[in-house]
């Protein structure tokens, strides 16, 4: 059981790419959908979340402005939609279903997340 993300790949800085995340574990109105990434030689860090009721979101300072979240309940799955994209984005993304609470006030731990994808590969260079 997992979580499958697809819509990575190679763009030039100050390009845009829609990453997908879908699963039939997924469960739009019940879990809060995060995305995580992890550039080579670095720790894995939380990028954002979407609440359950599709309304409340979070992102990470380095991606506010630039990145963006949605979700197409018919086809059970969430796109983040980045913008403006600079070669620090670079990294493996990973989309997660959690169990907890999405809120701008409230900063997203993995630890709450239970479920994972293997991660699409996003490069940012010229």
């Known amino acids: 059981l997992q979580l499958v993300e697809s819509g990575g790949g190679l763009v030039q800085p100050g390009g845009s790419l829609r990453l997908s995340c879908t699963g039939s574990?997924?469960?739009?109105?019940?879990?809060?959908i995060g995305w995580f990434r992890q550039a080579p030689g670095k720790e894995r860090e939380a990028v954002s979340c979407?609440?359950?009721?599709?309304?409340?979101?979070n992102f990470a300072d380095s991606v506010k402005g630039r990145f963006t979240l949605s979700r197409d309940n018919a086809k059970n799955t969430v796109y983040l939609q980045m913008d403006m994209l600079k070669p620090d984005d670079t990294g493996v993304y990973y989309c997660?279903?959690?169990?907890?609470?999405?809120?701008?006030?409230?900063?997203?731990?993995?630890?709450?997340?239970?479920?994972w994808g293997k991660g699409t590969q996003v490069t940012v260079s010229s």
């Open positions: 979407l609440g359950t009721s599709g309304g409340r979101t």
């Open positions: 997660a279903r959690g169990s907890t609470l999405c809120s701008a006030s409230v900063p997203i731990h993995s630890e709450y997340y239970d479920l």
């Open positions: 574990e997924l469960l739009l109105d019940r879990h809060v």
